[in-house]
């Protein structure tokens, strides 16, 4: 799936006045790479993000999904794209404390309507894709810091997603941990040719992405070495 934003602006109110998080931003994404949006805190990076989801409708500008725009899809027509055709990875894993790695995956397959038979055998081959065979019993607290950032991406791909939407994935983990989650997003992306956009802050872990857009007060450029 492609994504384009197209001269996307987004605000928000801010008293009496409104704040502009996005201005007149354009991107686009292709299947099979990895697109890093890179910038401060306060940049407009999860603006971005929660645009390129359909969680957040812009003022103005369109959200191209294979060149069809979702901008103003209705509540329940959005959701359904959401469900079908995008996985959304958190920055915080959110994983429910009483499921195992393997029922993380299934409910969102339960929720979805799916075959559970079918589901059950999807979510032990993303386990398995995401090095977890053998953790899918455990429960979080169980579980590494990298290894509950696995399970969230591993969920994420449950619903055959063809666009993954990743917030700052490396956020919470040491250096070697962001690392192994940064190979394993790369190697999914090239593996299941997504559409993979990541929010980071981080630009030493910018080598991983095949294209990367800075964004500064809501303005965006590509950066010349990719």
């Given at each position: 799936m492609t994504l384009h934003l197209d001269d996307v602006t987004l605000t928000y109110p801010d008293g009496d006045q409104r704040l502009t998080a996005l201005d007149h931003v354009s991107l686009t994404a292709e299947p099979g790479t990895l697109t890093a949006i890179v910038g401060p805190s306060g940049s407009g990076k999860s603006s971005l993000l929660a645009v390129a989801a359909t969680l957040i409708t812009p003022d103005s500008g369109r959200v191209l999904l294979d060149g069809r725009d979702v901008a103003g899809l209705n509540r329940?027509?959005?959701?359904a794209?959401?469900?079908?055709?995008?996985?959304?990875?958190?920055?915080?894993?959110?994983?429910?404390?009483?499921?195992?790695?393997?029922?993380?995956l299934l409910v969102v397959a339960?929720?979805?309507?799916h075959d559970m038979t079918v589901a059950s055998e999807r979510a032990k081959d993303l386990l398995d894709a995401?090095?977890?065979?053998?953790?899918?019993?455990?429960?979080?607290?169980?579980?590494?810091?990298?290894?509950?950032?696995?399970?969230?991406?591993?969920?994420?791909l449950m619903n055959h997603p063809s666009l993954l939407l990743v917030d700052e994935p490396t956020s919470a983990l040491d250096t070697h941990r962001?690392?192994?989650?940064?190979?394993?997003?790369r190697r999914l992306t090239t593996d299941r040719g997504l559409t993979?956009?990541?929010?980071?802050?981080?630009?030493e872990h910018l080598h991983s992405a095949d294209r990367v857009t800075e964004i500064v007060d809501g303005r965006t450029r590509q950066l010349a070495d990719w």
């Open positions: 329940a027509e959005t959701a794209v959401r469900r079908r055709q995008i996985g959304i990875i958190f920055q915080s894993s959110n994983l429910l404390a009483s499921l195992t790695a393997l029922d993380q339960h929720m979805a309507g995401v090095g977890l065979a053998a953790q899918a019993d455990k429960r979080p607290h169980q579980l590494s810091g990298g290894q509950r950032q696995r399970v969230t991406i591993a969920r994420g962001g690392e192994e989650i940064l190979n394993l997003l993979t956009v990541m929010v980071t802050h981080n630009k």
